[in-house]
């Protein structure tokens, strides 16, 4: 076969389950060619087939191809072949061999479950907007945080919306991303972060849940899957609006809060960030572990009550960027993202 744009595409994909550790088991962390045209690869959480037009069967390691395969040319025309067990990548100037690898189990393909599973082809609706790709990534950052346990490593899409914990922090955007799904679907948050990387390039021509896990079709016989788990999951939803009715919220400048934001990465984790209310002025004080203290006023506030509040900066990072909205309570800070996610943030005595 010859190389097209389209392989190009793979070298990316393949990147994305790169892992020497899976590799040896030779389904996971590998590339699974076939000669129907389709190659396979998966990390166990994520997962892709992709529409190549390979007319041979073989398998290689995912890591070992990334490796080599994205320092060639993608200028150049190059043929693909398998000769004497290793793939064969070959222009008039340049050959690369890369070692077969022998797999003894069954790949579960994509395109074979889409047109056998029964019920399948009723499907969901993406529900794309232009700042999903933020949103995703916002609530994927709160769900891979330091605080989060192994339960907790995931995204909640409900119905009603999409929903991310780590136990001090709840992340919550009351829009839904998938419609038609009426299960709470819980997706592992590195599957749903690669699922991102691929939205923002793509165009979604189909969705289904099958068995927990998440299916999309992109233009171009591309297909992804993302690995859902069946665990308890607290309430987000109910928890995040209960302490929402206690805080008193108000209007904050963007650029304001940005400037918070370069202050709370420049400050140890465990320093504590002291947002106080005093005259109707909003203010920020910090005293670091570092050997610094930092005292700014930030804007005037229409809430004529004081308050003092304090939250570990390791907390406030990947929250306080892009806020439009604050909320203060003895208990938690409210912060809202222009894109509408919706944080508590559990504050400290």
């Given at each position: 076969?010859?190389?097209?744009?389209?392989?190009?595409?793979?070298?990316?994909?393949?990147?994305?389950?790169?892992?020497?550790?899976?590799?040896?088991?030779?389904?996971?962390?590998?590339?699974?060619?076939?000669?129907?045209g389709y190659v396979y690869g998966s990390n166990?959480?994520?997962?892709?087939?992709?529409?190549?037009?390979?007319?041979?069967?073989?398998?290689?390691?995912?890591?070992?191809f990334y490796d080599v395969v994205r320092v060639l040319d993608p200028r150049v025309s190059y043929g693909v072949s398998v000769s004497d067990g290793n793939l064969v990548i070959r222009s008039d100037e340049t050959e690369v061999k890369i070692s077969m690898i022998e797999a003894d189990g069954k790949v579960n393909r994509i395109v074979c479950l889409l047109s056998s599973e029964e019920g399948v082809k009723e499907g969901v609706e993406v529900n794309w907007r232009e700042e999903i790709v933020k949103v995703l990534r916002r609530e994927g950052k709160i769900a891979l945080s330091?605080?989060?346990?192994?339960?907790?490593?995931?995204?909640?899409?409900?119905?009603?919306g999409v929903y991310a914990t780590d136990?001090?922090?709840?992340?919550?955007?009351?829009?839904?991303?998938?419609?038609?799904?009426?299960?709470?679907l819980l997706l592992s948050v590195d599957g749903v972060k690669r699922l991102v990387e691929v939205m923002?390039?793509?165009?979604?021509?189909?969705?289904?849940?099958?068995k927990g896990k998440l299916y999309v079709k992109f233009d171009g016989e591309f297909y992804v899957g993302v690995?859902?788990?069946?665990?308890?999951?607290?309430?987000?939803?109910?928890?995040l609006l209960g302490y929402k009715k206690k805080v008193k919220r108000f209007a904050v400048d963007m650029v304001v809060m940005g400037e918070v934001d370069k202050i709370v990465k420049i400050l140890d984790t465990s320093d504590v960030v002291h947002l106080v209310l005093e005259d109707r002025w909003l203010e920020l004080r910090v005293k670091s572990a570092r050997g610094f203290e930092w005292r700014k006023k930030l804007q005037k506030v229409d809430i004529d009550r004081d308050y003092a509040v304090g939250v570990l900066a390791r907390d406030l990072?990947?929250?306080?960027?892009?806020?439009?909205?604050?909320?203060?309570?003895?208990?938690?800070?409210?912060?809202?993202?222009?894109?509408?996610?919706?944080?508590?943030?559990?504050?400290?005595?």
């Open positions: 076969m010859k190389w097209n744009g389209v392989m190009s595409k793979l070298v990316k994909l393949s990147g994305f389950i790169a892992d020497e550790k899976l590799e040896g088991s030779g389904l996971l962390g590998v590339l699974c060619f076939f000669k129907d166990g959480v994520f997962e892709f087939e992709l529409y190549c037009g390979v007319d041979f069967d073989g398998v290689v390691s995912a890591s070992k330091e605080s989060s346990s192994a339960e907790y490593k995931v995204i909640c899409f409900a119905k009603d136990r001090v922090r709840i992340a919550c955007y009351f829009m839904p991303f998938l419609v038609g799904e009426e299960r709470v923002g390039d793509e165009r979604v021509v189909g969705a289904w849940v099958v690995l859902g788990y069946d665990i308890s999951y607290p309430d987000l939803k109910s928890v990072d990947g929250v306080i960027d892009d806020v439009v909205e604050l909320g203060l309570s003895d208990e938690v800070i409210y912060c809202r993202s222009v894109e509408g996610v919706e944080y508590v943030v559990a504050t400290i005595s």
